[in-house]
């Protein structure tokens, strides 16, 4: 027997659908879009519009009804939603559909898809339309990564396949499974930033690809793989050209040289007759790492929708190691575009190959799945940076007699043609002979989507602005070395350089030799830096020490070398860091300090806590406080430094550092330790200092480059930050009974 409530709302529903107009006139009073405040979400009605609402009401029996104007009346009394009170009124917003959440089967499928309340993803609660769901078995074709550090969640994704996006929607739970708001990403964006979610904080996300109707976009068969590199004409490596010709930019041809460090791999130069690079290997140069075949992509397409990743925020460690590539590699170099892609450059084989991770490192080593790129068939020592202006990658590197760059604009995935280079090389002499060398560049992002990059010409280091349509401006003179007088600075090397596009500041690091003044005698290796910006009129300063320890400082008369140069887009401030061969009862040992720029002398800083090996002052010397690792009385090495800043003005020193006991082979890491400009030394209270313990990367041993004598070990590793909370570590590691045998290339993120 139907009770009297029930008979009474289907009589008033008979006779003029009276009873819907307590629910649909609350509806439309509810202005929802209103109370959603600047948490996202959309801005149409909890129950659709009025008309929508009274057609579907005629669904809901009179207990229906009645529990919809409790949820409506619980909605209207939320406050206006904050981004400082998300997580408690998010809450409180399920606390409303939950009252609503017995409703029948045909009110569900009326109003909510036949969810209940509050089920549909975070998209306000309320429309016919329960919004998209994410994947749960794989097959869809959005990956998502996401990572955390202590306050901030992180996304970006990629696509499978190539498809039509209008924009992105973002979808997040917390942990007890309540929905946020969705939020909207613009389609030709692939990445997401949560900022101040606060700590401990654990969320599940996932992102749908929607077309201009709000549909999930198909992907399209063919995948986003680039295919094979652009053919490069007659050669492709070293093996398809006589014994004095190399490959370059695909055609055989002869090398002129210097010395054998002007040769490509596996060449030497025969500077006795003709002074041409000559072929001394009939070893296959790279076609084992050149990949399998391309995959065409998934056999369907597929949804523009990703599994649902869940991530907390909590202090970040590390990653486990990952092998880009199982071939020997040595000189390393990477840039990082977000949390999803990286690319990292390796000499391999003799030629330069590049290898694109579009899941974080989940796709290393690209198993025929997806084919490195080939670079270049010769060059040595590539450096990298990606100008996100217009998304172009740059390269770097030394052929020749000269330095070559090439662009990519597809993440490294292909170089282009053999005319798209830029060779920076000095004429060859009409009477034949040789001309001077230009080498060793660097490069960081400059303005209107160019790079700059130093290079050392000659004696002298040059900076030229280089666009993506590789044309190289004016060559721009910020050192020029001095005789080997007494005091002077000349042997320019190993230039490294650092920008600031927003102030136009420019900083320079190099190695050079400075010749000691009386009574001291001899030569001694030091780090310098030079600096532009506008208040120097737009002219380079004069070289100053980087490893001073105050200004006017003599410097230290043990040789420094490999300087890393970094700037923060928060602070506006400068960082460098450099090695230190530096000795201990008679035991030589390297370290690795940092260096703070002094804007308003134009010059640098260190001291003695600035240094990775820094010690409690006696009787507190009981432990390393940089590295804790390290045990007291142990001989130790630490090198190999490189540094990253990201968005967001997080400082990172990577080096690598390990025991290095005589007689027995050195047991090298990599590690990285964060750097704050507000935090205060407890050796010596002063402001700057680092973020101790310094985090071991792995397990794997790192390359020993096997210097020796009066020499600092030199760089082994690179470092980049990506364009939102992660910095990443490539390095190589070492085989043989020595471990200095270069191997397999890894990387390592944090977070």
């Known amino acids: 027997m139907r009770n009297l409530f029930d008979l009474g709302s289907l009589a008033c529903l008979a006779l003029a659908g009276c009873a ?181 904080v654990k969320k599940g996300f996932f992102v749908a690809g929607l077309n201009s109707a709000d549909q999930i976009v198909l992907g399209v068969l063919g995948g986003p793989d680039a295919g094979p590199a652009a053919d490069a004409g007659g050669c492709t490596g070293p093996l398809d050209c006589a014994l004095d010709k190399v490959c370059n930019l695909g055609a055989c041809a002869a090398q002129v040289c210097q010395n054998s460090n002007t040769c490509p791999g596996g060449y030497l130069c025969d500077s006795v007759t003709q002074h041409l690079c000559v072929r001394i290997f009939g070893l296959d140069a790279g076609a084992p790492d050149a990949g399998g075949p391309v995959d065409a992509g998934e056999a369907r397409p597929l949804p523009f929708l990703s599994e649902r990743v869940t991530a907390t925020t909590a202090a970040p460690g590390v990653s486990a190691e990952t092998f880009v590539s199982p071939f020997a590699s040595r000189n390393p170099a990477i840039v990082a575009i977000d949390s999803a892609r990286q690319y990292v450059a390796l000499e391999q084989e003799g030629q330069l190959f590049g290898h694109l991770t579009l899941r974080r490192g989940a796709d290393y080593p690209l198993d025929g799945v997806r084919r490195p790129s080939q670079i270049d068939s010769i060059g040595t020592h590539v450096k990298l940076a990606y100008q996100a202006e217009n998304g172009t990658l740059f390269a770097c590197y030394n052929v020749g007699s000269g330095v070559r760059v090439r662009v990519s604009r597809d993440l490294g995935q292909t170089w282009g043609g053999p005319a798209e280079a830029l060779d920076v090389a000095y004429p060859t002499p009409d009477d034949g002979g040789v001309a001077p060398l230009i080498q060793d560049c660097a490069l960081a992002p400059w303005r209107d989507g160019q ?65 000691m003044a009386p009574p001291s005698s001899g030569m001694d290796t030091e780090v310098y830096a030079v600096y532009r910006d506008p208040t120097t009129g737009g002219v380079f300063t004069q070289p100053v020490r980087i490893n001073a320890t105050g200004v006017g400082s003599s410097g230290n008369p043990t040789p420094q070398d490999h300087v890393a140069l970094a700037t923060d887009p928060v602070t506006q401030k400068a960082i460098a860091a450099f090695t230190s061969l530096e000795s201990q009862g008679g035991v030589a040992y390297n370290t690795v300090y940092v260096s703070l720029f002094v804007p308003g002398t134009k010059s640098w800083i260190t001291s003695g806590d600035l240094n990775v090996f820094a010690m409690r002052p006696p009787p507190q010397n009981t432990e390393f406080v940089v590295i804790p690792d390290r045990p007291l009385g142990s001989a130790w090495d630490a090198f190999s430094p490189t540094l990253a800043v990201t968005p967001g003005g997080k400082v990172f020193l990577s080096f690598v550092a390990g025991d290095h006991q005589v007689g027995q082979a050195a047991d090298y890491h990599g590690y990285v330790v964060g750097f704050d400009w507000k935090k205060l030394s407890p050796l010596s209270g002063a402001l700057a200092w680092f973020l101790p313990p310094a985090k071991r990367l792995g397990s794997t041993v790192v390359v020993d480059p096997r210097a020796g004598g009066n020499t600092a070990q030199p760089t082994q590793s690179a470092s980049a930050a990506d364009s939102q909370l992660s910095v990443y570590t490539v390095y190589v590691e070492g085989l043989g009974a020595a471990a200095d045998e270069p191997n397999r290339a890894i990387v390592v993120a944090r977070p």
């Open 451 to 515: 790079v700059a990059m130093v290079t050392l010409d000659d004696s002298s280091l040059v900076v030229r602005t280089v666009s993506d349509a590789l044309a190289a401006g004016p060559a721009e003179q910020a050192f020029i070395s001095s005789g080997p007088d007494a005091g002077n600075i000349f042997n320019a090397r190993r230039p490294a350089i650092a920008t600031l596009p927003a102030t136009s500041a420019l900083h320079v690091g190099f190695t050079a030799t400075r010749a």
């Open 20 to 200: 819907s107009n307590g629910v649909c006139d609350k509806n439309e009073a509810l202005d929802w879009a209103s109370k959603q405040g600047d948490c996202g979400g959309e801005g149409r009605p909890v129950l659709d519009s009025k008309a929508a609402c009274t057609t579907g009401v005629n669904s809901c029996s009179g207990d229906d009804q009645k529990a919809l104007e409790v949820m409506l009346d619980c909605l209207a009394k939320l406050p206006v939603c904050s981004q400082a009170a998300r997580d408690s009124w998010v809450s409180s917003r399920q606390a409303c559909y939950d009252g609503a959440s017995r409703l029948s089967a045909s009110c569900k499928s009326a109003f909510f898809g036949g969810a209940s309340p509050g089920e549909d993803g975070g998209d306000g609660g309320g429309a016919v339309d329960a919004g998209p769901q994410p994947m749960t078995d794989g097959g869809g074709a959005i990956d998502l990564i996401v990572v955390a550090d202590e306050t901030d969640f992180a996304l970006a994704w990629t696509s499978r396949q190539p498809g039509d996006v209008a924009h992105w929607r973002v979808a997040s739970v917390s942990a007890a499974d309540v929905s946020y708001p969705d939020q909207t990403v613009e389609g030709a964006l692939w990445t997401y930033h949560d900022a101040d979610a606060g700590q401990g």
